[in-house]
Every structure is written in structure tokens, then in C-alpha cells.
């Protein structure tokens, strides 16, 4: 069916010749609806007991070298061998080099375009994910990914382990701080993933069990900066 | 299970002899309504929550033309292509083709009602292409030739036991019946077919105006699998299925998860705002977003139904109604069950008879009303739905007779106090409760049904009525 004759017979229903401006969202006029925690440390508390919640675990590490050691050890302790991550770029900030040196780490980079078969076929074979969060979600405990050039989707997804590190400012009070922050970076890209804990279903008998489809494991590394 | 060859009444009696199957819908429920009164409580102060949450709806759709055509406009920028189907056929239709002309192979799904709406798993089959179900619930009832039982969890009526057969016939070796294993299994399984899918098939949770973009709520992550890893993403979407921005998708997303399952959210919220971009790694090369009417733009401007177009698909509503407690979902016939359906299915089918007896399945208590996160009056719509069931040509003579003679009694005060003498006398000399002259009581209509599963009460000596003076001396005194 055409959209002319799709969106006329919508406005004939209401009643009108055809679509006319929209006076302001409800949503708009509402005042803000609950105390969020106001410090720093409450809403780092609040983030990490509510993901613990989901069955997600939280390490708090206070320096970039205590993280890549972190993250080392955790690599160690899960068995995993080979881990796919998003483009090298994005972890420049942490200083990262032994990391680098001695896990088998498989980024994306920007300009692979030919190769995405091959990463994609790395995602699907890797025991690890290793991913930066945009932003974290205090309420729920969630966590916010922006896909783009530098960071793909199956990182967070096609692994039965995702590890993300997390820095503390980037923690909102709830859901509507983290899609104002969305909203004001204008063109919104092509996928915002929030992601609260691991893959779960209970559709066998109401019984909860992790990792169906998604990662069965997530683990933060929630970094003080 | 769709044993539309059954009348409601005999599918219902099929689900009340199915003792596995009322526990189950029992503990379910119970369990859903558990969680949200215990999500609910966190948000605090949820009536306010939910009157956000009916603005926002009722705004959206009182204005769901100018919504739609800024969605649309947005969603062509970023790059995604539209589509307009008035009817299921249509639909299906557009999918299909879509998916024939990139010689597809396989489609794999997640969760889409409106696929079920618009049968179309049986449109791919019938054009040689393969519509797997990747949700495990979905997935389950697929393998064994079912529909869904529960809009949230669709196989609540499937045992373990059931679905292990299911599972080991499937495999062809045998299988352990614990959840991990089970779940293991479909883990393996459908991972392998969706890195060989040729198309994604997903629903649309809410559509966003402003920025053009789907979201869905999702909790496997089979909906993140589907719009990742084929080359075409086909987004299946409700045409009312659509709030105006960021800062409304942020109340309903505090009211979706926490009125389906009493979560805060959902384990992936994913808002979508077109296909994969230069350099990206992953994601589908192409999105298409299907918006389909289907007796949906009829209910625009009813003032008695237009508010059915609020509704966001969290089933809070079945979890409290006390007659979905008793049958489960299959009994309502239709892909919408509960007391949603019952207002749905026949409003989006106004041609199938077996969607105008879904309005008597009700007990008219207004649950599912208080249970609403965007407050439907949805028992106000059953009642206006019997109306219409009741208008001429729609009853048998017999019954329009009944009503007829009730009303004349009913409206005369002496009428009723002789028509109730009467029958007092008749039901002593005959049938009395029910046991005595049982040939007789077996013919009579109403009562017949009544005597199915109980006695009727013993006819008193004296009418209330009767009583009364001397009743009313005692209170006086």
C-alpha cells in the first residue's frame, strides 16, 4: 500500500484532512520523578548492587595498571583463550602493553572493511568479549554501548563471556539520564545497546538459566578515574 | 494447538482437564504478578508512572498521523526503507518478497506478535523459505506444531519432560532433562543457523519519531542475534507501536519490563536507528520496517476503542485475570489471548465468529483495568463488545426471546414476584436441586450447564420477600 493512501486513511479516522502539527509530549511537562542518589559514591553503590542483582559481577579497580592486571587475571581465571574486542583506539587511554603482548586479542579496526566475514567468524569462535561501556545506569544497573566504526556489535553478544570496563563518571542516576545524554549527542547511531546482566530466559518450566542466546557471563571492571 | 474447530466453551473445557496445565498457568501467573507488584514498589509511586505512561499514549495516538509520517521520514534518513501493509495478507506479502528477491534460504525470528497476527511463519513455508523461531519459548511451541500459551512466556504448558522429547527427536540422541542442558542445546543449535540466516525477522517494541528509530526489549538475546548477524533486518511493527521521543521512551521503558516480568529492565534494550554504517564490522546492510494496520486505523476515532491502541503488549493484564488463570491461553483461539485478546481478536477480525464469544469470557471484575501500565478501560470494552454481540441478527431467536421475557419481568416488581413464586413452586414439585427428575433438568437451557458441574440451590420454603415483614420488625425493634 502506498503512504499517501496509509497515513489518509489515519487521519480520516481522526477525523482531519491530514496530519497537522502536534502539541507537546506529555512526557515533557512532567516533573522529575525520583530522588536519584546525588554523590559520586552512591550512585557507583547503587550501579554495582543493582547489576549484582542481574547476576553481573562489578571489580573496582583504582588505577589503569590495576586494570590491565585485573583484566589479565580474569582472562587467566576463566580459561578462555581467545578473546575478540572492540578497535585498539578506544583502550589507548588506559595504556594498556603487556595486555596487548600476551592474550590473543582480536580487535576490529577501522578500514577492515573487506574483512568483516573473518571478524565476524573470529566473534562467533572467541570465549571473550572485551568492550568499553559508554555510560552506566545506576538504577538498573545497565549499561550503555554506542555501535560504531571502532565498536561492534558482536563483542558484547556472540561470546559466552563479556568483559567491559566501566569509568566511574560515566555512571547516571537511571534510564531517562542515560537517553537525555543519547539524545544530545544529536544523529543517534546505528545501534545504542543498554545491556542489565547476562543473556536469561525462563521459559523452560519458570526455571531461570543464563547464557541462551547472549553471554552467559558479565563482568565490569568498574575503573575510579 | 489452535483447535479452532472447538468453540470457545469446548477449548475451555479441554484447558480445565489439562491438570498440568492450570498449575503451571497458576504458578506462572502468580509469579509474573509477584514480580511486578515487587518492580512496582521499587519505582515508587507508580500511579503516577502509569498516568505518565496513558498521557503518553493517548497523546501518541491522538496524533499517530503526524507521529508516523515524522518516524518515517526520520527512518528514510538514516537509511531504512518503509513499508505499509493494510491487511495481514499484505504483510506477509511484503516480507516474503523481500526476502525472494535476496534468494533467501532461512529467516530467523525473535518474538514478533504481530508475525503470529499475520501467519507469517506459514507465507515463508509456503514460498519454500524456512522461518525459523529463535526465542526458547518460541522455538519449543514451533517444534512441536503449537502456538503460543502466554504473550511473555509462550510455552507455559510445555513440560520439561515435553520439551526434552521434543528436543531429543530433534537431535536424534538423547538429551539430559535439566534446564542447563535443555538450554544448552538450543544455545548450540540455533547459533548455527543464525550465522547462516539470510534474513532477521523481528518485532518493534516501540518506534521513536523523533529519531526514527525501533527499539526492543529483550531478554536471550536472540533479538540482538537477528538484527546483528543476517544481511537484511525486516522489522515487523504494529502501526500504533510508536511514542514521539527519547524522554517518552524513557517512561515506558520503566513500565514495559516492570509490568511484564517486574523487572527494572529488560537484559538488552536495543534502539535501533537504521542499518549498519561505513566501517562498521557487524549489522544488517539493509533495514526494512513493515507498519501494519490490520483493523487497527478502525478503531481510530471510536470513542469506545480507540484507547485499545494504547495497549504496549506487557501481559500484566492475562497474570490477574481470573478466567486466564483458569484456561490458559490456547482456550481464547486466538494469537492476542487474556483480556486483551478477548478485545483485540474480535476488533481486528470483525469477520471470524469465534472472536464475539471472547467477550463473554469474563467476569467483567475490572483486574485487568488496575493491572494496566497505561490504564485501558479494558472491561468497559468487553461490556461495550456484548452490545454489540447482542444487536439483532447476532443472537439465536431463543436466546433474544429469553432476554425479552426477562426484561418484561424483570422491569415490574409484581411480575418479578409472581414469576418467582412460581418457579419456586415448579422447581420443588420437579427437579429441585437438580437430582430428581434428572431427564427433565438435562433439557432445560441455563440450567443444564449449571448441573455440568454442581447442584442447583434447594428452592427455599419461604421467598425473602415473604421474610421480610418479619425481618423488618426485628430491625426495627
Excluded at chain 1, 549499561?143 to 560515566?170: E, K, N, Y
Aim: proline content about 5%; hydrophobic content about 40%.
Amino acid at each position: 500500500m502506498k503512504r499517501e493512501t496509509f497515513m489518509a486513511r489515519v487521519s480520516t479516522r481522526l477525523g482531519r484532512a491530514r496530519a497537522s502539527a502536534a502539541s507537546q509530549s506529555p512526557s515533557a511537562s512532567v516533573a522529575p520523578r525520583r530522588s536519584p542518589p546525588s554523590t559520586r559514591a552512591e550512585l557507583i553503590a547503587q550501579f554495582s548492587s543493582e547489576l549484582a542483582k542481574v547476576g553481573g559481577a562489578v571489580h573496582a579497580v583504582r588505577s589503569n595498571s590495576a586494570l590491565e592486571l585485573g583484566l589479565m587475571e580474569f582472562v587467566h581465571s576463566t580459561g578462555g583463550r581467545r578473546l575478540v574486542g572492540f578497535g585498539k583506539s578506544n583502550f589507548e587511554r588506559f595504556g594498556f602493553d603487556r595486555l596487548w603482548r600476551e592474550l590473543d586479542v582480536s580487535c576490529w579496526e577501522r578500514g577492515d572493511e573487506g574483512c568483516a566475514a573473518s571478524f565476524r567468524a573470529r566473534a562467533a569462535a572467541a570465549d571473550i568479549g572485551l568492550s568499553i561501556a559508554d555510560l552506566g545506569v545506576a538504577s538498573s544497573g545497565s549499561m550503555l554501548f554506542l555501535v560504531g566504526a571502532q565498536r561492534p556489535r558482536s563483542v558484547t553478544l556472540l561470546p559466552r563471556s563479556h568483559v567491559a570496563i566501566l569509568t566511574t563518571d560515566s555512571i547516571v542516576a537511571d534510564l531517562a539520564a542515560a537517553l537525555d545524554v543519547l539524545g544530545a549527542r544529536g544523529t543517534p547511531p546505528s545501534s545504542a545497546l543498554f545491556i542489565t546482566g547476562p543473556s536469561r530466559t525462563s521459559d523452560i518450566e519458570n526455571d531461570l538459566t543464563l547464557g541462551v542466546h547472549g553471554p552467559a557471563a558479565v563482568t565490569v571492571f568498574l575503573l575510579d578515574n | 494447538m489452535h483447535s479452532t474447530d472447538l468453540d470457545f466453551a469446548e477449548r475451555a473445557d479441554l484447558a480445565l482437564e489439562n491438570q498440568f496445565l492450570r498449575k503451571a498457568v497458576r504458578f506462572t501467573v502468580d509469579r509474573l504478578r509477584n514480580g511486578k507488584a515487587a518492580g512496582s514498589a521499587a519505582l515508587g509511586d507508580f500511579e503516577s508512572w502509569r498516568e505518565r505512561g496513558r498521557a503518553i499514549r493517548a497523546h501518541t495516538i491522538a496524533n499517530l498521523d503526524r507521529y508516523l509520517e515524522q518516524f518515517c521520514d526520520n527512518l528514510e534518513r538514516a537509511g531504512g526503507h518503509v513499508h505499509f501493509a493494510a491487511d495481514a495478507a499484505e504483510a506477509s506479502e511484503i516480507c516474503v518478497r523481500i526476502a525472494k528477491d535476496r534468494q533467501a534460504k532461512l529467516a530467523v525470528k525473535s518474538k514478533s506478535m504481530v508475525s503470529e497476527e499475520i501467519e507469517l511463519n506459514r507465507h515463508f513455508e509456503a514460498a519454500g523459505i524456512e522461518a525459523l523461531e529463535t526465542d526458547l519459548g518460541e522455538w519449543i511451541v514451533q517444534l512441536a506444531h503449537e502456538a503460543p500459551a502466554h504473550i511473555i512466556l509462550p510455552c507455559i504448558h510445555k513440560s520439561r519432560g515435553e520439551i526434552r522429547a521434543l528436543f531429543e527427536r530433534h537431535a536424534g540422541a538423547e538429551l539430559a532433562e535439566d534446564t542447563a542442558t535443555l538450554a544448552g542445546y538450543a544455545r548450540k543449535t540455533l547459533r548455527q543457523r543464525f550465522l547462516e540466516a539470510d534474513i532477521g525477522i523481528s518485532g518493534c517494541n516501540f518506534a521513536i519519531a523523533d529519531t526514527g528509530s525501533i527499539t526492543m526489549f529483550t531478554n536471550e538475546g536472540n533479538g540482538r542475534l537477528v538484527t546483528t548477524l543476517p544481511r537484511t533486518h525486516i522489522a515487523l511493527m504494529g502501526m500504533e507501536r510508536i511514542v514521539p521521543s527519547f524522554a517518552d521512551l524513557a517512561v515506558m521503558a520503566e513500565l514495559l519490563p516492570r509490568s511484564a516480568t517486574g523487572q527494572k529492565l529488560t537484559t538488552y534494550l536495543n534502539v535501533i536507528s537504521g542499518p549498519r554504517r561505513a566501517n562498521e564490522a557487524d549489522g544488517p546492510d539493509e533495514l526494512h520496517v513493515v507498519i501494519v494496520d490490520n483493523g487497527r486505523s478502525n478503531q481510530l476515532g471510536d470513542p469506545d476503542f480507540q484507547a485499545i491502541l494504547h495497549c504496549i503488549r506487557c501481559g500484566a493484564c492475562l497474570n490477574v485475570c481470573p478466567v486466564y488463570r483458569q484456561i490458559g491461553g490456547h482456550a481464547y483461539g486466538s494469537v492476542y489471548p487474556g483480556p486483551i485478546g478477548a478485545v483485540l481478536s474480535p476488533l481486528f477480525q470483525p469477520e471470524q465468529e469465534l472472536a464475539t464469544e471472547l467477550a463473554d469470557a469474563s467476569s467483567l471484575c475490572g483486574a485487568c483495568h488496575e493491572a494496566c501500565p497505561v490504564k485501558i478501560p479494558i472491561h468497559d470494552m468487553l461490556v461495550k463488545l456484548r452490545e454489540r454481540n447482542a444487536r439483532p441478527g447476532r443472537k439465536s431467536r431463543t436466546e433474544r426471546l429469553m432476554m425479552e421475557l426477562s426484561a418484561s419481568v424483570l422491569s415490574s416488581p409484581a411480575a418479578f414476584a409472581r414469576a418467582g413464586r412460581v418457579a419456586r413452586l415448579l422447581q420443588r414439585w420437579t427437579i429441585f436441586d437438580g437430582s430428581r427428575m434428572t431427564f427433565l433438568a438435562r433439557r432445560i437451557p441455563v440450567v443444564k450447564n449449571w448441573l455440568g458441574t454442581r447442584r442447583l440451590p434447594p428452592p427455599p420454603k419461604r421467598a425473602f420477600r415473604d421474610l421480610w415483614p418479619d425481618l423488618e420488625r426485628e430491625v426495627k425493634s
